[in-house]
């Protein structure tokens, strides 16, 4: 069995365009391995109708786990694995519609005891052994092989979601959905609305002529800081990282795993 | 479900006998389209709506203020689920000339209380809203799906073909929500002839500001806001402009006379720009961030480019019917869509109950628009779009009303204060406008809206 997991926004109604590419490689994957694919969502009783249409594009079975609210990353991927634990390769998109930490295929690889290859550009799925194409950073890319239970997820331009049939649209799919209930979810108080940047008040970039200050708008001609290497045993290298991470704003002292949104 | 056996062309003939897909395919996500969906699914029909975005208002824009008391007859107290930025408690006239502002402002908290009376609103908010009341009534909505023609057996239309892999869906009546330059009223022959006068471009920038900051600056609190219909501030070609107040945002635009705008070889973008420097506007929207630019036609002629609204197996409604009231101080739309989408289910409900889907079946829809509010403010106001786009009124009113009152209020000491009278023959001659011309238009503005 194959498996792709799908976030569900309520800002969209829809999916993001890499779970989409997940879906779209999941059913590529079963149906050259002769498998089922089963698309999975972990999200509020308004998700069903998005599962219908991962059914029409050809989806074996939907599982939706049913959270009223937002869950933390990981108790998203506790709420999933159980819900895929029988899948051979997992598919996620590598973001989700409403701009989630996009931890929770590194969560559920963890869960699974599996391989992961995560932020895939590129992939041709087939019977193990198959290759994928991870972006690394600075432009430069890695070929991994995946050779046994995986999770893989994947970017938007990794595959372009298959149209349905307007007849498989329209048809009724409630026999192939699945619905259970998923554990307690914080309620949001304020409604989820679509993601609109906040205004900001920059001050006015210096320069003479507007390619000066256009310049300094994008920062090109300042020397780009290169990356620090430090070389140090695993739980100091770990908490150098944490400690990084702190000072550059990205985490809020100290929040232990899970405590990110998925 | 039984295909039609025959099918050609960008839409197709059906012929053969076959039960159709559904009662009534309806096609479009805008206010027009969900409310035609919700009335028929309401009445028990088998109702699809099909919607070319990936949701309902994904696709769409317009100004930003919504009236919708229409909503009163089809989701009671619907102001306490509808997704509204901010309620209308603040309704400025504005004139502009390029260093002169003039505005007639008025205020009522009554209008803060429901039901209300006017609202900004997001599209993409609103009409997936009304589309999710469409659905709850029982109607299949379908996204991501674009109805590329009609079907037709004989004359009579019998569904749509859309984009979809097997995508033909046979209905025994069709209603056509598409918006403005709808290719389904064209394709079914119901427009006699498209003119670039009657329609202007409405062009849109949202401005993102903190909501203490839109407070301070436009002198509102909690969800009140501020409506500024603008004359003037269209770089010299003619139309209109405005500003409307969201939560965290300002919605600033211009629309714009097609024939002109061409003629003049402006850019849209330019015109938003000076109208966004203008001394009386720059304080408003200053330091706002630039979150979207948007632009779509609106059909502003009334009833002088409305189609036939009724054909064998179809009725077409909201700005593919080019019911919107553009109006000069009036831009109405949303309203007069979701009503003539409400009338256009009603009257299909009865057509196919009755089991007439003919045009003569489905005639009850023109009467419903010809006795409400729809036809009868177009018919009312059909002279205002002529008007208020006139040459004079947008070129040489604005300075003449600007310099008689910047000449009233201005103490010229030791000259003593010049007569009312004499200041406007004076500016009247200067603008050149003819005493002729005034006392006509004068007339033809009582007639429009008197
Ligand atoms: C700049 C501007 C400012 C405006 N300001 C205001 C205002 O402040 N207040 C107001 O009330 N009105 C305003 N209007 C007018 C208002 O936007 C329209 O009158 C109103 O949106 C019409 O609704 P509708 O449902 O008829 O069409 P639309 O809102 O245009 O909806 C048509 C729908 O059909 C879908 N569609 C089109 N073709 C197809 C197809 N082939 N297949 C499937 N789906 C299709 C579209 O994606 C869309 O969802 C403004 C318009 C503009 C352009």
């Keep these: 069995m194959i498996a792709a997991c799908l976030k569900w926004s309520a800002a969209t109604g829809g999916w993001s365009a890499a779970d989409q590419a997940a879906l779209e490689l999941g059913l590529q994957h079963a149906e050259r391995t002769g498998t089922d694919c089963v698309a999975v969502t972990v999200g509020p009783a308004a998700a069903a109708g998005a599962l219908g249409e991962a059914l029409a594009c050809g989806a074996s079975r939907a599982v939706h786990v049913v959270v009223d609210g937002d869950l933390p990353s990981w108790d998203t991927a506790v709420a999933l694995s159980a819900a895929v634990a029988e899948a051979i390769t997992v598919w996620c998109g590598d973001y989700s519609a409403d701009r989630g930490s996009g931890s929770v295929p590194a969560y559920l690889a963890a869960l699974r005891h599996c391989e992961q290859a995560l932020g895939v550009v590129e992939a041709r799925p087939g019977s193990l052994p198959f290759e994928v194409l991870r972006r690394l950073d600075g432009g430069r890319r890695e070929r991994v092989s995946v050779t046994g239970p995986a999770v893989v997820s994947v970017e938007g331009a990794a595959a372009r979601l298959r149209r349905a049939s307007l007849r498989a649209q329209l048809a009724d799919h409630s026999a192939r959905l699945t619905t259970v209930a998923g554990p307690p979810a914080d309620h949001l108080d304020a409604p989820v609305v679509a993601y609109r940047p906040r205004a900001r008040q920059l001050p006015a970039p210096a320069g003479a002529v507007a390619l000066d200050r256009i310049g300094a708008i994008l920062h090109s001609g300042t020397p780009a800081r290169r990356g620090e290497t430090v070389e140090l045993e695993p739980p100091a290298a770990a908490a150098a990282i944490l400690d990084a991470l702190t000072r550059w704003g990205y985490r809020a002292g100290g929040a232990a795993p899970g405590g990110a949104t998925s | ?450």
């Design chain 2, 1 to 450: 479900m039984t295909a039609p056996t025959t099918t050609t062309g960008p839409g197709g003939d059906v012929t053969g006998p076959h039960l159709t897909d559904a009662d009534v395919v309806v096609v479009g996500g805008g206010p027009a389209g969900s409310c035609a969906a919700l009335v028929a699914a309401r009445a028990g029909l088998r109702v699809v709506l099909l919607e070319r975005g990936p949701f309902p208002g994904s696709k769409n824009m317009y100004g930003g203020v919504v009236y919708p008391r229409i909503l009163d007859q089809l989701i009671p107290q619907w102001w306490t689920q509808a997704p509204v930025q901010r309620w209308i408690t603040r309704r400025s006239t504005m004139l502009l000339t390029d260093t002169q502002a003039m505005s007639v402002d008025f205020r009522s908290q009554a209008w803060a209380a429901a039901p209300h009376n006017g609202a900004t609103a997001v599209r993409p908010e609103w009409d997936r809203w009304l589309a999710e009341e469409a659905a709850a009534a029982g109607a299949q909505v379908v996204c991501s799906t674009t109805v590329t023609g009609l079907l037709r057996d004989g004359h009579r239309i019998v569904g749509v073909r859309t984009d979809r892999p097997d995508g033909d869906l046979t209905a025994r009546v069709v209603v056509a929500c598409d918006g403005v330059n709808s290719f389904l009223a064209k394709q079914a022959g119901l427009y006699e002839h498209a003119d670039a006068a009657h329609y202007t471009v409405g062009v849109k920038e949202t401005l993102a500001l903190p909501k203490a900051t839109i407070d301070e600056r436009f002198n509102v609190r909690d969800r009140d806001g501020v409506d500024i219909e603008i004359l003037g501030g269209t770089g010299g070609v003619n139309g209109g402009a405005f500003l409307y107040t969201n939560l965290e945002s300002v919605s600033v635009g211009v629309v714009l006379k097609v024939p002109k705008l061409a003629a003049q070889q402006r850019r849209p973008e330019e015109i938003i720009a000076a109208l966004k420097a203008h001394p009386a506007i720059t304080p408003l929207v200053d330091g706002g961030e630039l979150v979207e630019y948007s632009a779509h036609l609106i059909p502003e002629a009334g009833l002088a480019m409305m189609p036939k609204v009724v054909a064998d197996g179809m009725v077409v409604a909201g700005d593919a019917a080019a019911l919107c009231l553009a109006a000069g101080i009036w831009l109405e739309g949303v309203n007069f869509a979701m009503a003539s989408g409400m009338y256009a289910g009603e009257s299909v409900v009865e057509a196919v109950r009755a089991g007439d889907v003919s045009e003569t079946g489905l005639a009850g829809y023109r009467r419903r628009l010809a006795d409400s509010f729809v036809l009868r403010d177009h018919r009312k106001l059909r002279r205002a779009p002529s008007l208020v786009l006139s040459d004079r009124v947008q070129h040489r009113y604005p300075p003449m009303i600007a310099n008689t009152i910047e000449r009233m209020f201005r103490v010229d000491n030791p000259a003593p204060k010049p007569g009312l009278r004499r200041i406007l023959a004076e500016e009247r001659k200067r603008a050149g406008v003819r005493v002729r011309d005034l006392a006509r238009d004068a007339w033809d503005a009582m007639r429009t809206f008197g």
